[in-house]
């Protein structure tokens, strides 16, 4: 009986080291494949301008995963304001107010209060770019008045 379980035992031995060897000639040969492909598939975008259209799909705000960002309109809708409705004090207030009317645990959805979110960070950074713009305007009306004196 003992001779028989050390023969299984080196039989088992050989089978291993062919195993083995497939595994490594395996991973060889993806090691070479997957640079060349990946080099073949660049060339190919660059030549039929996919790159640039994933470089546009990016700037409009598109995800990894092609998903479009919302669009402001998007957001207004989301919050119930207009965009001259759109102040910090009025999207915090409609962002608080959905989004609790949205929680899980009150029998809301994931998903709106998802949407109701997204729509806040969007407004909060639309309105800080607004504010922005208004102070620039205002310092250029204050220039051009200091210059006619």
């Known amino acids: 009986i003992l001779f028989a379980t050390n023969q299984s035992a080196m039989a088992l ?46 700037r409009k705000g598109a995800s990894f995963l092609g998903k479009a960002r919302m669009s402001r309109d998007e957001a207004l809708n989301v919050l ?32 709106l209060q998802s949407k109701v979110y997204r729509a806040k960070e969007l407004l909060d950074e639309y309105v800080q770019e607004k504010n922005k713009e208004n102070q620039d305007n205002f310092r250029k009306q204050d220039e051009g008045k200091g210059e006619s004196k």
């Open 13 to 58: 031995g050989p089978l291993g080291k062919v195993i083995a060897q497939g595994v490594l000639l395996g991973v060889s040969i993806l090691a070479r494949a997957l640079p060349a492909a990946y080099a073949s598939a660049l060339a190919n975008a660059r030549k039929t301008g996919a790159d640039k259209a994933a470089e546009e799909a990016a």
């Open 80 to 111: 119930n304001l207009s965009e001259g409705e759109a102040t910090v004090e009025a999207v915090q207030k409609q962002y608080e107010r959905y989004f609790e009317a949205n929680k899980v645990e009150k029998g809301g959805s994931f998903y």
